[in-house]
């Protein structure tokens, strides 16, 4: 089987080795790789983030798998071009990758759609009575479990 990764990091090298112990694979080409990868599998110089050009790279080198490491192809839809020329990839769609979270979720979750607001980093820190009746309700909740009132 001949497998393709596309991306250069520390991720797509583990991937890469990894790959490369399964008996089943013949061929391992890493686009654009790094030079750590270069000593386990070949480097193509290749635009990752143009669906196009991966499509015919893949069909030229009789790649039978892709693996989509980085998160910049999969936002740009290789993998959904790839599916669509009729290529097995491993990776979300761009639909799909778009509903990860971003990093400013959470917060804004915790801070505006909490009932009660939420501490988080850059809040001050909650006054010292609500944290002893925090504790007071968790120390009965304990109680109550243990067979104590």
Do not use: Y
């Not at 490491?69 to 799909?96: C, N, T």
């Not at 759609?113 to 850059?122: K, L, S, V």
């Amino acid at each position: 089987m001949n497998i393709l990764i596309l991306g250069s990091g520390g991720r797509e090298h583990a991937l890469a080795w990894a790959v490369m112990q399964n008996p089943k694979c013949d061929r391992l080409i890493v686009a654009p790789g790094n030079a750590g990868m270069a000593q386990i599998a070949e480097c193509a110089k290749l635009d990752i983030e143009d669906g196009g050009a991966v499509a015919t790279f893949v069909q030229e080198n009789t790649i039978d798998f892709v693996i989509v490491g980085p998160e910049a192809p999969l936002a740009k839809g290789v993998a959904d071009r790839l599916r669509e020329a009729g290529i097995k990839v491993f990776g979300p769609s761009a639909r799909q990758r778009s509903w990860k979270p971003r990093k400013a979720s959470p917060k804004r979750f915790a801070t505006q759609r909490m009932r009660r607001r939420q501490p988080t980093g850059t809040s001050p820190m909650p006054r010292l009575p609500r944290l002893t009746s925090a504790n007071r309700r968790a120390d009965r909740c304990e109680g109550r479990r243990s067979g104590r009132r």
